[in-house]
């Protein structure tokens, strides 16, 4: 079965985006590769940030979600209330501040600084859950 083995994510900033999450994620410093800021994941899929935006076009903030452990996601919440950060349960922003327990995990939603809406949860949604949504 095929794998993503990347993707580009635009940004303003590649190394300040790339950095953010990286932090975040307690991962290595993004590595410069040509025009991108790579910010390399666990599971081999590179995230590669871009200040490239088509002419004529704007930046449209994206939703990425990252699925952690129980222990990456208190270190993250750490992180992120260290930095008091603003954060939300649900992906349209409503719930401010708390943390979402779908399916018997944990989950929470911010914003990078390009708006992109980073998520963050313990288990993969189940079917029955998606179809309540």
């Given at each position: 079965m095929p794998s993503l083995d990347h993707t580009i994510?635009?940004?303003t900033d590649r190394f300040a985006?790339?950095?953010f999450l990286a932090d975040l994620l307690g991962a290595p410093e993004p590595k410069a590769y040509g025009p991108f800021a790579a910010v390399k994941m666990d599971n081999g899929v590179t995230l590669d940030y871009a200040e490239h935006v088509p002419p004529g076009k704007e930046?449209?903030?994206t939703?990425?979600?990252f699925l952690v452990t129980e222990d990456?996601?208190?270190?993250i919440l750490a992180r992120i209330e260290t930095r008091e950060l603003?954060?939300?349960a649900d992906p349209m922003h409503s719930r401010a501040q708390e943390i979402n327990t779908h399916d018997g995990g944990r989950g929470l939603y911010l914003d990078d600084p390009d708006g992109h809406n980073m998520e963050f949860l313990t288990r993969t949604y189940?079917?029955?859950l998606l179809a309540s949504l």
């Open positions: 994510v635009h940004s985006s790339a950095r930046l449209v903030p939703h990425y979600a990456e996601f208190d270190a603003p954060y939300w189940s079917d029955e």
